[in-house]
């Protein structure tokens, strides 16, 4: 036998041998470590060939956490080992028993049998739950749950059981039950220490309970214990949506800035960094803290100095509070980055959009108008000009409505007379003044 077992046409058959030698001499140790070898034989057979080796390294680990077992522990997993295994439909059962588990995430390792094997010991457990996903498929939902707690008794400690007793009171329409089931599950994954699983039943409950903030919380902070940030500021995202749509503003802007500090941890902090002051920025608006969405936009404009919508923000907010200086500077600042990366056009089309909102500024349309000019647009410059010159009349500028028209003439256009004659007539009444 111990040649025979290092045959892959024998290996299992002999380890299965070898086990019950040992398990006949009560040589328990040795008895439930070979009797696990053989379920990883037999596991490996069900699966597909490129995960073999992987299912069985995680069976080595569970062979070496055995030693530690007491005598009857490792009695009843000889027990349960050899229930499973020494069956002549041992290959159909091995595929329901893996029907069974657990889903797994797609980059998740699978999930070795033993899960079942080890925690049920007791071989009906798995007929019984595949029994009662055909009844429950058929709608037979209340025979589905007696069988359900049937076969509770053979495996009380089986969490998928409970799961799947969960699901079934979910389809019956008892979903404060299932809830408190799930919630159950997921307090024993935690007690455990698996904390994925844990984390699987919280989002589940979340699902079914969106506005329980709680729950959300809780998977908050384990995600961030496992250093998992990416998915922690997704949901930190969701759990602030959340309150934004129930119109709690400030809460909202309390966790878009919790999210923040965790950022910082993430691999694109930058992109994280600047969506979460955009939401930041956008509640401030909301609540007309017109200064606090300015820092927010400003500090956003250090990260990305070619965030459209960005400057615009920028732009507009300083000329609401009052500093016009300071908006101008801002649009100057953007207009030289562009014009640095060769995108003057896109320059016009910014300047040309503030005019929508900022029609009576002939300041911006004075922007406008060099822009023009350097990009040889003399009609379009003349056109702002002229708009910009009849602002400052009506301001009583004249002054400064004379220099734009002598722009306006240094810059030929066809009815360059029209504005020799329109300055010269200025130019007289400036005198009389």
């Known amino acids: 036998l111990q040649q025979s077992i290092k045959h892959p046409d024998y ?65 009843a997993i000889c027990k349960a080992v050899s ?14 028993a893996r029907a069974q588990l657990p889903p797994q995430p797609e980059d998740a390792p699978l999930l070795p049998v033993a899960e079942i094997v080890l925690e049920t010991r007791a071989s009906g457990v798995v007929e019984a739950m595949e029994q009662v996903r055909r009844m429950a498929q058929k709608g037979h939902l209340r025979s ?101 749509r129930l119109a709690e503003l400030d809460k909202a802007r309390q966790i878009y800035l919790e999210a923040l500090n965790i950022a910082q941890k993430s691999k694109d902090s930058r ?10 920025a956008d509640i401030d608006l909301q609540r007309l803290n017109l200064r606090q969405a300015l820092r927010s936009y400003e500090h956003i404009r250090t990260i990305q100095p070619d965030n459209t919508l960005v400057r615009a923000h920028l732009v507009t907010l300083n000329f609401r509070l009052g500093q016009e200086q300071a908006a101008m500077k ?42 023009f000019i350097r990009n040889n647009q003399v009609p379009e410059a003349v056109v702002q000009l002229d708009t910009a010159a009849d602002m400052l009349l009506g301001a009583n500028k004249h002054l400064e409505a004379i220099n734009l028209l002598e722009t306006i003439v240094s810059l030929n256009p066809a009815n360059i007379d029209e504005y020799k004659s329109a300055l010269e007539s200025l130019r007289r009444e400036m005198l009389r003044k």
């Open 83 to 96: 229930s499973h295994l020494l069956r002549p439909d041992w290959r159909a059962y091995m595929q329901k």
């Open 330 to 371: 801002e649009l100057d600042d953007y207009l030289s980055y562009l014009e640095r990366n060769g995108q003057r056009a896109q320059g016009i089309v910014f300047v040309s959009d503030l005019l929508v909102d900022q029609s009576a500024r002939y300041d911006l349309r004075r922007r406008l108008a060099d822009l």
């Open 271 to 280: 992109g994280w960094g600047v969506n979460i002051l955009l939401k930041v």
């Open 11 to 75: 290996d299992l058959a002999s380890s299965l041998l070898v086990a019950g030698i040992f398990q006949t001499s009560q040589q328990w140790p040795q008895a439930a470590r070979t009797y696990i070898q053989a379920l990883a034989l037999a596991d490996a057979q069900s699966v597909p060939a490129d995960q073999a080796d992987d299912l069985l390294a995680q069976y080595d680990a569970l062979t070496d956490g055995q030693n530690g077992e007491d005598a009857a522990a490792m009695e």
């Open 144 to 244: 589905a749950s007696e069988e359900a707690f049937y076969a509770l008794q053979f495996a009380p400690t089986y969490l998928p059981l409970h799961i799947l007793i969960a699901e079934l009171l979910m389809q019956d329409g008892h979903k404060h039950e299932a809830v408190r089931k799930f919630m159950i599950v997921a307090d024993l994954y935690t007690v455990r220490g698996e904390t994925t699983r844990a984390l699987r039943m919280l989002r589940r409950v979340a699902q079914l309970m969106p506005t329980d903030l709680t729950v959300r919380q809780r998977i908050i902070d384990m995600l961030v214990a496992q250093a998992k940030y990416e998915e922690a500021l997704q949901e930190y995202t969701n759990l602030a949506d959340l309150y934004y």
